[in-house]
């Protein structure tokens, strides 16, 4: 239990960015550029747990743009601090939307998003780019790997862990290796997502903000189950 302990101390120190700088932005309404906006703001993309997460994991992980790194002097770990590349309503000339499109962060060799993650950021720039929250409750019907699990650590997880052999060799990019660490690794992985306070901090996962509870059910639905696929 030691070593698999050390493993994840490790998170912290392994992950190396090199960074092309980015500019911190300031908040605007539309910008007066092109990229289509809406003109009324929706709520239909949840910020806190669709989109937060994925720059969390993928922009502010160790050595990059959290709160300790600051690489680059780069912030991206709240609604605050993001949006001072962001301009509601106009992706196109959004400087934190436009750094994700054109092959420079994630750093080359680093994870990277995928079309449909930056499809989402996209539209939830252009409806507004929102501060909200999801509506209560919670759905676990579907908690099958491919059905939610998959996503929840694309977005959570993978910017740190989803590419072989994966930050501190925690590798979640495929059902397989996800199910092959997390087998040999319950507890510890529980109390990680959980961020159980008897592990230290740069143990709990993610890294500085806990996800949704909802997602830490589903996921726990979902190893209580055997881990379906």
């Given at each position: 239990?030691?070593?698999?302990?050390?493993?994840?101390?490790?998170?912290?120190?392994?992950?190396?960015?090199?960074?092309?700088?980015?500019?911190?932005g300031t908040v605007g309404n539309s910008g007066g550029g092109t990229g289509g906006?809406?003109?009324?703001?929706?709520?239909?993309?949840?910020?806190?747990?669709?989109?937060?997460?994925?720059?969390?994991?993928?922009?502010?992980?160790?050595?990059?743009?959290?709160?300790?790194?600051?690489?680059?002097?780069?912030?991206?770990?709240?609604?605050?601090?993001?949006?001072?590349?962001?301009?509601?309503?106009?992706?196109?000339?959004?400087?934190?939307?436009?750094?994700?499109?054109?092959?420079?962060?994630?750093?080359?060799?680093?994870?990277?998003?995928?079309?449909?993650?930056?499809?989402?950021?996209?539209?939830?720039?252009?409806?507004?780019?929102?501060?909200?929250?999801?509506?209560?409750?919670?759905?676990?019907?579907?908690?099958?790997?491919?059905?939610?699990?998959?996503?929840?650590?694309?977005?959570?997880?993978?910017?740190c862990h989803g590419n072989a052999p994966g930050s501190g060799n925690v590798y979640?990019?495929?059902?397989?290796?996800?199910?092959?660490?997390?087998?040999?690794?319950?507890?510890?992985?529980?109390?990680?997502?959980?961020?159980?306070?008897?592990?230290?901090?740069?143990?709990?996962?993610?890294?500085?903000t806990k996800m949704s509870d909802c997602n830490i059910k589903i996921i726990t639905?979902?190893?209580?189950?055997?881990?379906?696929?």
């Amino acid at each position: 239990m030691k070593k698999i302990i050390s493993i994840f101390t490790l998170i912290a120190i392994v992950i190396a960015c090199k960074h092309t700088i980015l500019e911190p932005g300031t908040v605007g309404n539309s910008g007066g550029g092109t990229g289509g906006g809406s003109s009324t703001p929706t709520d239909s993309i949840c910020f806190q747990t669709e989109i937060l997460p994925m720059y969390q994991s993928y922009c502010a992980s160790a050595g990059c743009h959290n709160s300790t790194s600051r690489a680059d002097g780069i912030v991206l770990v709240d609604y605050t601090t993001i949006m001072q590349g962001i301009i509601p309503g106009n992706p196109t000339n959004s400087k934190y939307f436009k750094i994700i499109t054109n092959n420079k962060m994630p750093p080359a060799g680093s994870p990277q998003l995928s079309a449909t993650q930056i499809a989402l950021i996209q539209k939830w720039i252009t409806l507004g780019a929102l501060n909200n929250t999801c509506p209560t409750g919670c759905d676990t019907s579907k908690f099958t790997y491919t059905s939610a699990v998959q996503t929840i650590f694309a977005n959570s997880c993978n910017g740190c862990h989803g590419n072989a052999p994966g930050s501190g060799n925690v590798y979640l990019g495929t059902y397989a290796s996800s199910q092959a660490y997390i087998s040999a690794n319950t507890t510890l992985f529980l109390k990680a997502i959980n961020h159980d306070a008897t592990l230290p901090a740069i143990q709990r996962m993610p890294q500085g903000t806990k996800m949704s509870d909802c997602n830490i059910k589903i996921i726990t639905k979902w190893i209580n189950a055997g881990m379906p696929k």
